[in-house]
């Protein structure tokens, strides 16, 4: 069974880099087809979609995030990852990592989530 | 970006209830349009993708369908387990775009 999880600092400090990596197990990130997400909640703007990335290095943005956003896979690892860079209290929210059946598409599974807070 | 707009925001039902959220999106998605559950502190759950294909496990008590631009998640008889938070999620278009939630809360 296909499982992911986040993992990265739950603090950061205004103005500087979020970086959150995702850990994919029971399955490879190579598989065809599958595109690997990022995903955030906020109380204050729900579910928002960040960027998707293939194992080639093929990415998606959310044009309301690509100027400070960058998505990288590592194969070996099975593992991608989020850099979110000149943060603000804005972008305090549950991050979430999720497979997608190819782009644009669904998201299944997802994994736990982790909390950021973005505070001095 | 299109905007997915949900009704009701809060619903209360009984056990045995049949239920019926709604999503409207803001122009055509040709059913581009997948439904999730969340319960406090866990991810969302996809329960249905292609507005009415049922994700896999997800029980046939939930159901989906289509109607121009509205798209319709049905709870045939609600169980305990069912009292969640629902959201809908286009992606006919990028940015993907979800709905705000609709929270099912138990009368």
């Known amino acids: 069974q296909l499982r992911l999880q986040e993992s990265g600092p739950g603090l950061v400090k205004p103005s500087e880099t979020l970086s959150l990596t995702c850990t994919v197990s029971?399955?490879?990130?190579?598989?065809?087809?599958?595109?690997w997400a990022w995903i955030r909640q906020s109380p204050g703007k729900g579910l928002e979609w960040i960027g998707s990335?293939?194992?080639?290095?093929?990415?998606y943005y959310n044009p309301s995030l690509k100027s400070r956003v960058t998505l990288s896979v590592d194969t070996s690892r099975n593992q991608f990852s989020l850099r979110l860079t000149s943060v603000t209290a804005a972008d305090t929210a549950v991050y979430y990592c999720a497979r997608q059946f190819g782009i644009p598409n669904w998201f299944d599974p997802w994994g736990q989530g982790t909390l950021v807070t973005i505070s001095s | 970006d299109i905007h997915m707009t949900q009704s009701p925001s809060s619903l209360s039902a009984s056990v045995g209830d049949r239920v019926t959220i709604t999503c409207r999106a803001g122009?055509?998605?040709?059913?581009?349009l997948a439904w999730f559950q969340q319960k406090p502190g866990k991810a969302p759950n996809l329960l249905l993708y292609g507005a009415s294909g049922l994700a896999s496990g997800v029980p046939s008590r939930f159901s989906g369908s289509a109607s121009g631009t509205d798209y319709t998640l049905t709870i045939s008889s609600l169980q305990p387990e069912d009292f969640a938070t629902y959201y809908c999620?286009?992606?006919?278009?990028?940015?993907?775009?979800f709905g705000q939630g609709t929270r099912l809360e138990i009368k």
């Open positions: 122009q055509g998605i040709s059913s581009s």
């Open positions: 999620q286009q992606y006919y278009f990028i940015p993907i775009t």
């Open positions: 990335i293939y194992n080639s290095g093929s990415t």
């Open positions: 029971g399955g490879s990130i190579t598989s065809n087809s599958y595109y």
